[in-house]
């Protein structure tokens, strides 16, 4: 499976200050995804990042407090904009490569990195 | 009702217990499920798919039933290594993973 790299792996940050994380694979991947895990709550889709077009957001995400870059097959950022203490969360950048699909349904099997653990003061 | 529920755990057995976690979904359009593991403080990473069948790997059987809408996961002969939490993954074509909150597993010796 793909191997990825994540960073910040942490960071505390100021209210109202902007971090971008970055996600780095080591092969070319078509989908690149990222989720939010808030403490206690289960994984959720914040947006799906496809190179040379726009990110698609979930619903309850916006582009202007969550803007995705996707330059290239292996590379990703995600910006969490203006932030406060709700932000605070393990931000986890994922992606679906070919060799990993599930055999009998074909369904996407993803491989996650390590997760930026953003805590906003 | 939320999409994904599992049991509320934690769950905390012997070494060499069986142990079983349910998990049920919302959706019948789902086609897709899976169990993930989640180490502490690390990322989710796959432990098995769930097939309509049923399905074994090593010490874990899972089980579908899509009639109830309905999946498990068990695992017998507890190793302290066990000790994470567990998520139910479901997926309908075309569309985003959705995760469980997760089921904390806890094995002593």
């Known amino acids: 499976s793909a191997v990825i790299s994540q960073k910040p792996s942490r960071d505390i940050c100021q209210r109202g200050t902007s971090l971008t994380i970055q996600c780095q694979v080591d092969?070319?991947?078509?989908?690149m995804f990222w989720y939010r895990q808030q403490p206690g709550q289960s994984l959720t889709l914040i947006a799906t990042?496809?190179?040379?077009?726009?990110?698609?957001?979930e619903s309850g995400f916006v582009i202007d407090k969550f803007p995705i870059s996707r330059p290239n097959l292996t590379f990703s950022t995600l910006t969490v904009s203006n932030m406060s203490p709700e932000d605070s969360s393990i931000y986890l950048c994922?992606?679906?490569?070919?060799?990993?699909?599930?055999?009998?349904?074909?369904?996407?099997?993803?491989?996650f990195g390590a997760g930026s653990r953003l805590t906003v003061l | 009702r939320k999409e994904v529920e599992q049991d509320p755990g934690p769950f905390n057995v012997p070494e060499g217990a069986t142990v079983a976690f349910n998990c049920t979904y919302s959706?019948?359009?789902?086609?897709?499920f899976f169990w993930y593991r989640q180490d502490c403080r690390k990322e989710p990473k796959l432990l098995m798919s769930?097939?309509?069948s049923g399905n074994e790997d090593g010490r874990f059987t899972a089980q579908l039933n899509r009639a109830s809408q309905y999946i498990s996961l068990l695992i017998r002969d507890s190793k302290l290594s066990d000790s994470a939490t567990y998520l139910c993954v479901v997926n309908q074509a075309g569309t985003a993973l959705i995760f469980g909150k997760g089921t904390t597993l806890s094995v002593s010796s």
């Open positions: 994922s992606v679906e490569t070919r060799e990993d699909r599930e055999p009998t349904s074909g369904a996407n099997v993803l491989t």
């Open positions: 959706n019948s359009a789902s086609q897709s």
């Open positions: 990042a496809n190179q040379g077009s726009e990110a698609t957001y």
């Open positions: 769930v097939y309509s």
């Open positions: 092969s070319q991947v078509t989908m």
